[in-house]
């Protein structure tokens, strides 16, 4: 997770969560990179809410593993809110997985989605980049409501897109943002399609040239924007416990010795 990317999911839940009601949230792909010491779930701070993480891999921040890297261990229905920040890009075969969010979306909820537009490769299974034609063709094909998408482009000259000028250190990544919705009325051919989508993915992903889906432990950034925004201080408040932690550790063992 990098600075910029967790601003922005921020600033799409702050317009478009629910508010003045609990909410049942899942997040996709919530395994921490090494060294990462927040995750999105400092996002629901205040709100009224459950939260599980699941991920193809066990780790941090994790409360299921995925028992196949297309299939999410969630009821049908149950999720008011889907998260998921920058995991995407890893996903070799993401109209599958864009299904099952669809899935385990209740009528009307919702799916916050961010993603790279460019930035180098940064694992060892790095397939996509993503521009809002990409984020619309995965909506219309899991048929889902596209309610907001944008793209971080890098700034003009001459009325063209200079990526000479674009600031390394604040948005890098050129992060693609979207919330979509579930309809309250879904598509009743769905449930015929996606299980055989989800079947033939998960079959090729043990099968194809790119074996199965990468461990998320490798899903880390050599660049590390530094936006300005929420990230700051919950990084923060997150440094400050995990040295509290540390202290009454030590406390604890000198209390012992």
Partial sequence: ?????????????????????????????SATSPNQVITHRTLFEGVDHSYFGVDVRDGNNVDAVMPK???????SGSADVVVSGSVFEHIPMPWASMLEVARILRPGGLFFFTAPSRGHKHTGVDCWRYYPDAVRALAAAARLTLRH??????????????????????DYWGDTVAVLQKPVRY?????????????WANRASRQGPLGDTPDPATRCSV???????????????????????????????????
């Fill in 69 to 75: 890297p297309y299939t999410i261990p969630v009821k």
């Fill in 1 to 29: 997770m990098h600075a910029s990317q967790y601003n922005h999911m921020a600033e799409s839940m702050a317009k478009y969560l629910p508010k003045g009601r609990h909410l049942d949230v899942v997040e996709l792909g």
């Fill in 223 to 257: 660049v590390r924007d530094r936006a300005a925004g929420p990230w700051d201080e919950v990084l923060k408040q997150a440094r400050a416990r995990k040295e509290k932690d540390q202290s009454t550790d030590e406390a604890a063992t000198a209390g012992r010795s």
């Fill in 187 to 199: 598509a009743p051919t769905m449930r015929f399609i996606r299980p055989v989508v989800r079947w």
């Fill in 149 to 170: 998408v944008h793209t971080h482009y890098p700034p003009k000259s001459e009325g063209r897109l200079d990526y000479a000028r674009i600031d390394a250190a604040e």
